[in-house]
């Protein structure tokens, strides 16, 4: 009797260690799995921070004499200074005439600037033309007010480049958003009330992004 108990007891210790050794082995597995995920997650980040800052290196040498980075908003902005009429937002409706070839080399400029990373996979752009207004409670109806009005400036300066041969929509590495702040946006001219005409402007702003592009076919 003491027999069968000893053997019972060898016989359950030998299928516990084997269980235990079975459970062990599965999870040296898992941890080995999980190392090389972490491995592979962190490689991974780093390319994609590599890429950040090279596409951040290639906007810094956009030309200067239309561009500056503004730390505050961490952003390239236009440094030209271009203010319309009140109420105007025809590209003609400019305080300042003289402005106009900048305005063109401008975006040239902006095209130089993508192109000589068009066949990387990695470097993409985001260009916004931003339109603003003066903080005069423009608002008449939903057609007439500083949002619409904002807006329009913003899509009749990508007409006037159209119009002078510079395209941005068709480069593959590049997507062009036209909108209108209104009254509201960042930066704006201070003080910032009815009064300072300023605010009556367009503003470029190039945002370097990884990713993808996608393009509508039309």
């Not at 597995?29 to 590599?50: G, H, P, R």
Request: proline share 2%; hydrophobic share 40%.
């Amino acid at each position: 009797m003491s027999k069968k108990k000893n053997d019972f007891f060898w016989t359950g210790y030998s299928d516990l260690m084997t269980s235990l050794f079975f459970i062990m082995l599965v999870l040296f597995v898992l941890i080995i799995v999980v190392m090389k995920n972490d491995q592979a997650k962190m490689v991974i980040k780093l390319k994609e921070f590599e890429k950040i800052e090279e596409i951040k290196k290639s906007l810094n040498e956009i030309d200067s004499n239309y561009f500056e980075y503004r730390p505050e908003y961490k952003k390239h902005v236009l440094k030209l200074s271009v203010q319309y009429q009140a109420y105007g937002f025809d590209i003609d409706s400019i305080t300042d005439k003289t402005l106009l070839p900048d305005i063109e080399e401008t975006g040239r400029v902006i095209i130089k600037t993508i192109k000589k990373f068009q066949n990387s996979e990695d470097i993409k752009y985001l260009v916004i033309i931003e339109g603003q207004a003066s903080k005069d409670g423009y608002f008449k109806d939903d057609f007439f007010n500083n949002d619409v009005l904002s807006y329009l400036r913003a899509l009749n300066l990508k007409k006037y480049w159209i119009s002078k041969g510079i395209n941005l929509d068709v480069l593959n590495n590049c997507e062009l958003i036209v909108a209108g702040s209104g009254e509201g946006g960042t930066p704006r001219e201070q003080p910032d009330n009815l009064k300072n005409i300023k605010n009556q402007r367009f503003l470029i702003h190039i945002i370097p992004k990884t990713g993808e592009i996608e393009k509508s076919i039309r």
